[in-house]
């Protein structure tokens, strides 16, 4: 079947810009995630969705991150006013949740000039 | 927060031989533990996963065990061959809804 699907797969942005990365997981899967992943670093936790509501948030780095699952599908990762630093490879996975393995898609690598 | 970190950033092995990647969780909480593969472009793939009730665990020529005394998790993979040069992660959840990666461990697999 189908797997988790990112895109766009690439995005380049000038610093200062507004993005939006977009997530589509696995038909039936409650739980989503978004990491960060710097090169050369494991992933870094930012948000997990049960459903609809963000059951954690507590990886976001600051107020200029943001994300949303309205449906509880498809996930938009909102990063205002961008700066260099938030240049990394984003991460979207979902799951049954709880004890069960996260299934990623191949991630959006974000470069912010 | 917790921290997974994994003993060796990168194996060399000869094609055929076993390979050991070990890592460390810093959480007695934690419960339930997940290796991951990653290539190169690509997010992470999904090995095997271990609760913590289990010590050992097979798959497909991938064992994983757990030691929760002194919390070590290892990823054994018999046979070793090319196709499976990649970045190795362990992950392990905490609170039952986040987990923690480690840093990796890049498998080299040598003709």
């Known amino acids: 079947g189908a797997g988790v699907s990112q895109t766009p797969s690439n995005k380049v942005t000038e610093k200062g810009k507004y993005v939006e990365l977009r997530c589509d997981p696995i038909?039936?899967?409650?739980?989503l995630y978004w990491y960060r992943q710097s090169l050369g670093q494991g992933p870094e936790f930012l948000i997990y969705?049960?459903?609809?509501?963000?059951?954690?948030d507590s990886g976001l780095p600051n107020d200029r991150f943001f994300a949303v699952r309205p449906e509880g599908s498809v996930s938009t990762l909102k990063i205002q006013r961008t700066e260099r630093g938030d240049s990394a490879v984003y991460l979207c996975?979902?799951?049954?949740?709880?004890?069960?393995?996260?299934?990623f898609g191949n991630g959006t690598r974000l470069t912010v000039t | 927060g917790e921290s997974v970190g994994l003993h060796l950033p990168t194996l060399s092995v000869q094609e055929g031989d076993n390979s050991i990647i070990n890592c460390a969780y810093s959480?007695?909480?934690?419960?339930?533990f997940i290796w991951y593969k990653q290539e190169s472009g690509k997010g992470p793939q999904f090995i095997i996963d271990?609760?913590?009730?289990?010590d050992k665990r097979q798959g497909q020529r991938v064992t994983v065990l757990l030691n929760k005394t002194v919390k070590h998790l290892s990823l054994q993979i018999a046979a070793t061959q090319p196709g499976d040069s990649a970045v190795y992660f362990c992950?392990?959840?905490?609170?039952?809804?986040?987990?923690?990666f480690g840093s990796g461990t890049k498998l080299n697999v040598k003709p």
């Open positions: 992950a392990d959840l905490y609170n039952f809804n986040k987990f923690y």
């Open positions: 996975a979902s799951s049954l949740g709880g004890r069960s393995p996260l299934h």
């Open positions: 271990i609760r913590s009730n289990m």
């Open positions: 959480n007695s909480a934690s419960d339930y």
């Open positions: 038909s039936g899967h409650t739980a």
């Open positions: 969705f049960q459903g609809t509501g963000a059951a954690d």
